[in-house]
């Protein structure tokens, strides 16, 4: 069966380390996001993608980058971790379907702690 | 940027309805969508209406949605104790492959 995975599901790390969070789909879709949840503010966007070498920012897009080589992977990385970027991290892919609702298809989610 | 805005908690006992409302900013939506994450979970999509439709049921969930006051709500009919979530509403505002969510409101259910 198709799914979307996200590796590591815990991680704590410390202030000024670069720390990278894999996000995996076997869905094949074009579209993928990467969003942050937080108390009081819901799911926020961080960085989407609609297709290979394609990347745009997201409403809170400082202090985090990605890359889209394939179709499969949308890696996100935080240049230098800060204590602010504690959050719970959410991937995300949806097909490009104009004639119908684009589901996004939700990974586990990562539990990242910085110190 | 667009604030789509819910209540952030609703209690209600086993086998009543609730009712989870949202407001939402981009009268442009296509689609509006009703997310349901369950603890240590992703989000997973319970529904979705069209916006040129007042109301949409299914099974025991009905969505409606008022346009003029840019207003969504999702009722939950006989509520079950394996409801209890957090409920986001969504809208695809910046075109139709982008989503904004909301705050989300968490269902707590009482037996």
């Known amino acids: 069966d198709a799914e979307i995975t996200q590796s590591p599901r815990h991680k704590i790390t410390e202030t000024g380390r670069q720390v990278t969070l894999a996000c995996h789909q076997t869905?094949?879709?074009?579209?993928m996001f990467w969003y942050r949840q937080d108390l009081g503010h819901g799911l926020r966007l961080i960085h989407y993608?609609?297709?290979?070498?394609?990347?745009n920012k997201g409403e809170v897009s400082d202090g985090y980058s990605v890359s889209r080589s394939n179709t499969e992977d949308l890696p996100l990385t935080l240049e230098s971790a800060a204590s602010s970027q504690t959050s719970v991290y959410f991937c995300?892919?949806?097909?490009?379907?104009?004639?119908?609702?684009?589901?996004?298809?939700f990974g586990p989610g990562t539990r990242l702690t910085v110190l | 940027g667009e604030d789509v805005e819910q209540s952030l908690f609703l209690s209600v006992r086993e086998g009543d309805s609730s009712v989870i409302n949202c407001t939402y900013t981009?009268?442009?939506?296509?689609?509006l969508y009703w997310y349901k994450q369950e603890p240590g979970a992703g989000l997973q999509l319970l529904t979705y209406?069209?916006?040129?439709?007042d109301m949409k049921q299914d099974q025991r969930l009905t969505v409606l949605l008022n346009k003029k006051d840019k207003h969504l709500s999702l009722r939950i009919a006989d509520t079950q104790t394996g409801d209890s979530a957090i409920y986001f509403c969504?809208?695809?505002?910046?075109?139709?492959?982008?989503?904004?969510f909301g705050t989300g409101t968490k269902l707590q259910v009482i037996p």
């Open positions: 993608s609609y297709g290979v070498h394609d990347t």
């Open positions: 869905w094949n879709h074009n579209n």
């Open positions: 981009d009268s442009s939506s296509t689609y």
């Open positions: 209406i069209f916006s040129n439709m």
């Open positions: 969504a809208e695809n505002s910046g075109g139709y492959q982008k989503v904004t």
């Open positions: 995300a892919s949806s097909e490009s379907l104009r004639q119908a609702p684009d589901t996004q298809y």
